[in-house]
């Protein structure tokens, strides 16, 4: 109870409760001796009329009532916000290192989980620094900010790791990534998600969900990425291509190129960093092919994707807000967990590359990918089971 903001010495409900009557009535009485007071200085006719005058004083008292009641809430609520902000806005403005609340641990509990395949140890959200994670394809760093979506108070009131970057705005996480290629990618470059292959759903309403997202993600990214409900593993012969959300980088909501040791602080602020898609998408697409086409490994490439986190709430493990005050468990979609968020070059394709609507879908089978990264994520909201999870980690 002390962690969200009960404590021992925080009032009781049925006090506090109390203390709002008592005060509520006060403000009625003070109104009307105020109307009172005033009427009588100015000789009002009223004061002969017991009926129109008690009508009047009664009115006169509500209107004053709901006037200050209103009042303190809006100023309640806005300096609880303002206070909540400004206590997570890093001292002198955003610098390295900024990603903690003065005061604070350096994390504060939440039940998102990650960690980079093969694994390195697991990761939390909200992180002071970004995570470093190296293959034989490249070297990464990363960051994952998530809004306290499990502490509704802790969120209204900007009470959290990152405040400064996320309070006020419609995305619940962020991730940012940067990536540089120790081998220069020869084929496709995709960005997205992978879930554990297993039987699919049935269910109508499922099914209409899923249409749904994929409907909402057209709308936020565009029709280029790759959808696969995956191959059942129960009757498919040979490799079985697990059930994947697939898009190329130019569908990310914000990219930058920067030579090695000038790329920007992952844990600062962004605003005048690289270019952004909702800056006018033709325009970065068309910036982001260049980029494609000289992909160097001098350089470090900086990723960074939000477009559908309105809509996955992560550490509550649901989907939200497709259908209004509708909530699912995202296991109805993903399968199992955990999900994997993955960035891969597909061989067989080549750099830049526009698939043609009207051919075939090329399968995304892992035995093609040279992965760039690959992220396991979960929430112990719905963790994955005790045995596969160990098995992933290698414990």
């Known amino acids: 109870a002390a962690a969200r903001g009960g404590g021992p010495n925080a009032a009781h409900p049925l006090t506090s409760g109390a203390s709002s009557v008592h005060g509520g009535m006060f403000r009625v009485v003070a109104s009307c001796v105020v109307a009172l007071a005033v009427l009588k200085q100015l000789d009002s006719p009223l004061l002969q009329r017991p009926g129109p005058f008690a009508l009047c004083v009664c009115v006169g008292a509500a209107l004053v009532l709901v006037v200050t009641s209103v009042a303190r809430a809006v100023r309640s609520k ?220 001098d350089k470090v490439y900086t990723l960074c994707f939000w477009g559908v986190s309105q809509f996955i709430d992560v550490i509550n493990w649901e989907f939200k807000g497709l259908i209004p005050g509708m909530r699912m468990d995202a296991n109805n979609l993903c399968g199992r967990p955990p999900v994997f968020v993955v960035m891969y070059q597909l061989h067989g394709t080549t750099p830049g590359e526009v698939e043609r609507e009207d051919a075939p879908p090329r399968k995304h089978y892992n035995s093609k990918k040279d992965y760039h990264f690959k992220v396991a994520l979960w929430s112990l909201a719905a963790p994955p089971e005790p045995g596969f999870l160990r098995q992933l980690l290698g414990d």
């Open 78 to 297: 806005g300096s609880a916000a303002q206070e909540g902000r400004s206590k997570h806005l890093p001292k002198g403005g955003v610098r390295r290192g900024a990603g903690e609340p003065e005061g604070e641990p350096d994390v504060v509990e939440d039940s998102l989980r990650w960690s980079f395949m093969p694994s390195t140890g697991v990761m939390r959200a909200n992180t002071p620094q970004p995570v470093l994670g190296e293959n034989e394809f490249a070297r990464v760093k990363c960051l994952v900010m998530h809004r306290p979506t499990h502490e509704l108070d802790r969120d209204a009131a900007g009470n959290y790791p990152y405040s400064w970057h996320m309070h006020g705005r419609k995305r619940l996480w962020e991730v940012r990534v940067q990536v540089q290629f120790k081998m220069k990618p020869e084929n496709k470059i995709y960005f997205g998600l992978e879930m554990v292959p297993g039987p699919q759903s049935s269910k109508r309403m499922v099914k209409r969900i899923q249409g749904m997202l994929l409907a909402a993600i057209k709308r936020s990214i565009g029709k280029d990425f790759y959808q696969t409900a995956g191959d059942d593993p129960s009757t498919t012969t040979g490799e079985v291509e697990p059930p994947a959300f697939a898009m190329p980088l130019w569908a990310l909501d914000q990219f930058d190129v920067a030579d090695l040791g000038k790329e920007p602080d992952l844990t600062g602020d962004f605003s005048n960093v690289g270019i952004r898609r909702t800056n006018g998408l033709q325009a970065y697409v068309e910036a982001m092919q260049r980029d494609l086409d000289t992909l160097s490994c």
